[in-house]
């Protein structure tokens, strides 16, 4: 039966639109969209896009790892490599601070009114995107596949059941939360 | 200011990446639609050649799961910015504006340009703070992990040159 649900194209397309409306809605409420946030969690001033994204990675590691093993649902790990994603995380990274937005909370930018974000940074990314397709091959045959680890997951590297990473990982996760919100970050 | 508690916030979203997982198969990620949109635009004015693109036959330029999801994001900041009050058009940011002042061309100037920059990497590092930092590091994936890791340090040293 979920094999129908996910082959069902328009469906999906319906579901993708409502799960996305909702992930808006929370990165707005959160306070996430806004640039001053954003960057206060760069100059480590302000800790809430930290701690919104730890709260979702503990909760998410937690919940889909239970429906993992009830076969409910299956993983997608990311592949990457030293060359993709050591230099691309940094080439982001500066992305990140000089826009002060990241792709999705550019999107709930836009919505809350954030000008720059529209006709700045929509349009930068779209630049930046295509101008990345324009470079691929040459990227592709040299530097994104030196390093390359695959789909590697933490419990495949260290030949773990997942829980044994993710009950520990939980504790240190709500700990540093607790240290952070202790110190008024 | 009607902010939500950013741990309900986080919870709200660990919820919905199990969601995204369950009914469609798919992790939460945000970059992606961006690249495809990229492609459409192109075709746009390239026509058909675009879909040759060796970049446009991994990621195809249509509109697809995640091209939805980021519309649906636009809608959800917008339906939750106007609930609380807080929509407004705005130009420059105020912490821009404290450290350089009301200056709309040049605000515009730094975001395109930041923008340009973060398309690169993100398609480089194959995924952005929603599918790596957020979809990524709860699957425990090393790439995602390392992944955030670098956008942080990067984001962080720039940061602080900038301020």
């Known amino acids: ?185 | 200011m009607e902010r939500w508690s950013p741990y309900a916030v986080g919870i709200g979203i660990g919820l919905l990446s199990c969601v995204a997982f369950f009914l469609s198969d798919k992790p939460i990620g945000c970059s992606t639609a961006f690249s495809r949109t990229s492609g459409m635009i192109e075709r746009l004015f390239r026509g058909g050649v675009v879909a040759e693109k060796a970049y446009y036959k991994k990621f195809a330029p249509s509109i697809e799961w995640e091209w939805m999801l980021v519309a649906g994001i636009f809608i959800g900041g917008f339906i939750s910015a106007q609930l609380s009050g807080q929509f407004h058009m705005e130009w420059v940011p105020a912490t821009w504006a404290s450290s350089f002042g009301y200056t709309p061309i040049s605000r515009w100037a730094t975001a395109l340009t930041g923008g340009i920059i973060l398309g690169i990497g993100a398609r480089w590092a194959g995924g952005c703070t929603s599918g790596h930092g957020i979809s990524g590091t709860l699957q425990l994936a090393v790439s995602s992990w390392l992944a955030v890791f670098c956008f942080f340090i990067g984001g962080i040293a720039t940061a602080m040159i900038i301020f």
């Open chain 1, 1 to 185: 039966m979920l094999k129908q649900l996910h082959s069902n194209e328009k469906l999906q397309l319906g579901i993708g639109f409502l799960v996305g409306i909702l992930f808006g809605f929370l990165l707005q409420k959160g306070g996430v969209t806004k640039y001053d946030v954003i960057i206060g969690q760069l100059l480590l001033t302000d800790f809430t896009v930290v701690k919104i994204m730890l709260t979702a990675m503990i909760t998410g590691m937690i919940g889909v790892h239970l429906l993992s093993t009830l076969g409910l649902v299956q993983l997608h790990p990311k592949p990457g490599s030293l060359g993709s994603t050591v230099i691309g995380g940094l080439i982001f990274g500066v992305g990140f601070a000089v826009l002060g937005y990241c792709p999705g909370t550019l999107a709930g930018a836009v919505g809350q009114g954030s000008l720059d974000a529209l006709f700045g940074g929509l349009a930068g990314i779209l630049l930046g995107a295509g101008l990345f397709s324009e470079f691929y091959p040459k990227l592709q045959r040299g530097i994104l596949g030196r390093g390359d680890f695959g789909e590697l997951t933490w419990p495949r590297l260290f030949k773990v059941n997942p829980w044994t990473l993710i009950i520990p990982l939980t504790i240190g996760v709500l700990i540093f939360l607790f240290w952070v919100e202790k110190s008024g970050l």
